[in-house]
Each structure stands twice: as structure tokens, then as C-alpha cells.
């Protein structure tokens, strides 16, 4: 058996993790069949029809990203047959949000052409053994999740009805919503799922279940064609590595945004006192969220070359230009190490969901395009295959004798809450859990007015920000996953208590 120590969305993904350490499967196909189970059983967080991200660092290797992010669909089609298919619907969610869904939303899905790249280049277990839990849990039905439940409380009628199977689903004969623990068998997911097992991403790419996808697509007026999905691969990337403390850092480049993000923000608390969060520090803290995000929105989000905009800003954080201006704006994850040194850190999304499933899959798809706070670009939003913008940031760091494997859920908070987690662990040496579970800040620049957002317990300053103090640690701020493995000390994980979570560490 393989030791690992792993933290993900949910204890049963643990338990696959567990499973799969048990053949002798190492850090990355353990987080691989975590992640399945995590991206397939939580339905309306996360489907198997969205993106992911895979950041992996061995012990005798450079780091690397696989790219498996969603890209914009319509290879084949004609100007006059493009951004049609979806409607917008508001949800009373996170305080309000528009997105658009529908099948004009759905962007070429990447997350298992990611999962299968990773297993190929980095895996060492059978490719069916990574995927028997899912298969097994979905077949036998898996209990809706707490985060899931209070998520589909607001969008399951006007989301999650656009599918006859989905619907049946996740509601009882008389139309009501499950509750939390009630099982969940999804029609022909499973199936799909054992389809994929036997013949590898292909059939999702270019088989039976590729054809029902774009047919599916096309037939409601959406973009996606089998062109799309047959063309699709992922892609390695070198990550952006930072140094903080004695530990060097590597998470997701452009052309997603989040690893650039993390990095400006730390770099931008580079110089923060070491002696806990006083009010000073907060005040830093929160003006290297501030300057952080606006810069994103006035430069990132639009621009046509995000590699050089990145560097811009990872620039000015490190030379202290950044803060200047302000001294006077639904995912799952998985964290993975092993033995030998190796860490593995996975997040993937499929946005709000579209709400539509092609008939007989069983799979949900994403509706990437449709997210207007994070797609400002539209649905039509560049040429078939260029990627599109993405929060996402799993993180792998290393110092001598150690490694950390780390990510967050959460849209635009996912970057904050690793920079908070960061500073506690690396920078303050509070304990893993205490690191993960300390009271946290968010400026949230989604609306017309800036607000900063907080949890209770932190001696916040006073700012020229409205300020949202929540009655607890809430969902809304994250759900950081870690696991860390110290020749020194051994492994240790930890799960964000502000969702559910599952651990499992070697002989723990």
C-alpha cells in the first residue's frame, strides 16, 4: 500500500483515495480518483462536463499544470450561428447573482481530457481501478451534500429542471427537492462513467457520448460541435512559481488568472509582521486583495494578451507600485501527497451548471460561457479553442524535506482564501488546521459599490470599505483542502471546516 495523505470535498472521495493508495497507486492517481468522485457527486457544485486544473510536483522533477480548462466552442460554424441558445435567470445566491444557462452557455468541456493526460504522463495505477469508487458510488446511489443541498435550494428550479433525468434526480415523485443525506442515483451516469473506464476519455471526445453531446448542443441553438470535442486536448504548462518564507510555490499560469492572482497577492504581504493578524496587517492584507482584484477587472478580464498583463501585475506587487493606489475591487478540490515526495493538487468546476443533460449520459454540463462576472467577453468570446478565464488555483509547494499540496473552491474567493491560508501556515506557523480554519477577509468587487467581506474574530481596521461581518465561518469564503508530507514529522491533512470535507492520512 501506498502512503498518502489526502484532503478533498468529501469523505467518500477520501475513501477512494484510500482505495486506490491500497493498490499501490501514488499522490496523482489518488488524487485523480478523489477527484472523480468529488466532481461527480456533487451535483450542481461541480460535473464531469466542466474544467480542471492539475498541478504536480514531484520530488526529482520541475512542477508542472495541465491545463484542462474549458474553451470556447463553434469550430465549423458560421458568424450568424453563433451566441444563440441561452437565457438568463437570476438565483438568490451569495447575495444575489445573473448568470446565463441553457444550451448557448456550454463550453468545450476539458476536465477528463486533464484527468486522462495526468493518469498517462504521472500515474502508475490501472486507469479502471481510478475509476471503480465513482463508478461504485454512483451506481449505488451517494448522499446529497450539505454544500449541494444549499446550492440547489436556489437554483434547482430554475437551473436544474432543464433536464428530465437531472430533474428526477435530485427531487422526489411529488417534485420536491431532496434534503441533505438523502441518496442520489443519477439515470446513466454511471453507465457513462464504466464506458469511459473501459475505452479512456476517447468516447467522450470523439464516441457515443460525444455525439449525443453535440447533438444535444446543436439541437437546442448552442455552439459546441464534435469538431469542438474532437479537437480538443489538454495542455501542459510551466506554473508560476513564488517563493514565501523557506517554501517555493507553484500554481496555475495564464491564461487562467488565479495562480496570477495568488502570486501578486502574496507578494503584495510580502513584508507583512510576523506577529498575527493586528489590525495593521489586516489593513495590508485587505488593500492586496483590494488592488489585486480591481487591477483584474480593469486589466485581466479583457485583455487580449493575459500573459503579459499577469506579469504586469505580479511586477508591480513585487516592486510595491500596486499597493500605492490604496494606501491614500462553484468548484471542488483535491489535495494529494505521497512518500515519495510528490504532491498533486486538482480543482475543477463547471460553473453554475447549464442545467442540461443529453439524453441517456447522465452528464451535467458546464455554463462557462454563460458566467458573466468571470466571462466578460460574452458568448462570443474569441475564436473556437482559446480558453477561457479561470479563478482556479491549485498549488503545489516545496522546501527542503517537505511538500504541500493546497486549493480552495469558491469563484473569486478562491485566490483570497489560499493567500490567507498561506500566510498562517508558511509565514505565521500556526498548525494546518488552525491555518485553514482562522477567520478570514474577502473584497468582494462584484457589484457596483466595493464591500469587504469578514468572518467574526479579527481585529478589523477601519477602511473606507463597507464592511459585512457574517455570524460564522461561512462557505462563501472557500473550502481550503491541504496535505503536507514532512520526512521530518510525516503527513498531516486538514479539510475547511466551512464545508464538508474528507481526510485520510497513512496508518492515521
Request: charged share 20%; with cysteine; hydrophobic share 45%.
Amino acid at each position: 500500500m501506498s502512503h498518502i495523505a489526502v484532503a478533498t470535498t468529501s469523505q467518500l472521495a477520501a475513501d477512494a483515495a484510500e482505495e486506490v493508495a491500497a493498490v499501490g497507486g501514488n499522490a496523482v492517481d489518488c488524487a485523480l480518483a478523489a477527484a472523480l468522485v468529488t466532481i461527480n457527486t456533487e451535483p450542481g457544485v461541480c460535473a464531469l462536463g466542466g474544467s480542471a486544473f492539475i498541478t504536480i510536483w514531484r520530488a526529482d522533477a520541475d512542477p508542472v499544470t495541465i491545463d484542462g480548462n474549458v474553451a470556447v466552442p463553434g469550430a465549423g460554424l458560421a458568424p450568424d450561428q453563433r451566441g444563440h441558445g441561452a437565457v438568463s435567470v437570476t438565483v438568490d445566491y451569495g447575495g444575489g447573482i445573473t448568470t446565463l444557462v441553457g444550451p448557448g452557455s456550454i463550453a468545450v468541456p476539458g476536465t477528463l481530457a486533464a484527468i486522462e493526460h495526468a493518469w498517462k504522463r504521472y500515474g502508475s495505477a490501472a486507469w479502471a481501478d481510478i475509476f471503480a469508487p465513482t463508478i461504485r458510488a454512483c451506481r449505488d446511489g451517494f448522499p446529497l451534500s450539505a454544500a449541494c443541498r444549499y446550492y440547489l435550494g436556489y437554483s434547482s428550479d430554475c437551473i436544474f429542471n432543464r433536464s428530465k433525468d437531472g430533474f428526477a434526480a435530485l427531487h422526489h415523485a411529488d417534485r420536491t427537492l431532496l434534503g441533505t443525506g438523502e441518496q442520489v442515483i443519477v439515470p446513466h451516469l454511471a453507465d457513462s462513467l464504466a464506458a469511459i473506464a473501459e475505452d479512456g476519455a476517447r468516447v467522450f471526445y470523439e464516441g457515443d457520448i460525444a455525439a449525443a453531446i453535440a447533438s444535444h448542443c446543436r439541437d437546442g441553438n448552442g455552439m459546441l460541435t464534435a469538431e469542438d470535442l474532437r479537437n480538443y486536448r489538454a495542455i501542459e504548462r510551466a506554473p508560476l512559481v513564488t517563493d514565501v518564507g523557506n517554501w517555493s510555490i507553484a500554481s496555475n499560469p495564464p491564461p487562467a488568472v488565479g495562480g496570477s492572482m495568488l502570486v501578486a497577492m502574496l507578494m503584495a504581504c510580502a513584508d507583512l509582521a510576523v506577529d498575527g493578524w493586528t489590525s495593521g496587517a489586516l489593513r495590508q492584507l485587505v488593500e492586496s486583495q483590494r488592488a489585486c482584484l480591481d487591477f483584474r477587472k480593469r486589466n485581466l478580464d479583457l485583455a487580449d494578451d493575459v500573459a503579459a498583463e499577469a506579469a504586469h501585475l505580479i511586477e508591480s506587487a513585487r516592486s510595491g507600485r500596486l499597493l500605492a493606489r490604496w494606501t491614500s475591487a462553484s468548484t471542488v478540490h483535491t489535495s494529494v501527497v505521497d512518500e515519495e515526495g510528490t504532491g498533486c493538487a486538482i480543482t475543477a468546476s463547471s460553473g453554475y451548471g447549464s442545467g442540461e443533460m443529453p439524453a441517456r449520459t447522465g452528464l451535467w454540463l458546464n455554463n462557462c460561457l454563460g458566467e458573466i462576472e468571470l466571462n466578460r467577453r460574452g458568448l462570443d468570446a474569441g475564436p473556437p479553442g482559446s480558453r477561457l478565464p479561470s479563478n482556479m488555483a491549485p498549488s503545489v509547494a516545496r522546501r527542503d524535506g517537505a511538500v504541500l499540496a493546497i486549493g480552495s473552491p469558491g469563484a473569486d474567493r478562491i485566490t483570497t482564501a489560499l493567500q490567507q491560508f498561506l500566510i498562517n501556515y508558511l509565514l505565521l506557523d500556526m498548525s494546518l488546521k488552525d491555518a485553514i480554519s482562522h477567520p478570514r477577509v474577502h473584497v468582494d468587487t462584484s457589484g457596483e459599490v466595493v464591500r469587504l467581506m469578514a468572518e467574526p474574530g479579527l481585529d478589523l481596521p477601519t477602511m473606507d470599505l463597507p464592511v459585512k461581518v457574517f455570524p460564522s465561518l461561512v462557505m462563501y469564503f472557500g473550502g481550503v483542502s491541504a496535505a503536507v508530507y514532512d520526512r521530518a514529522s510525516g503527513f498531516e491533512a486538514a479539510a475547511d471546516p466551512r464545508r464538508e470535507g474528507g481526510v485520510f492520512v497513512s496508518g492515521a
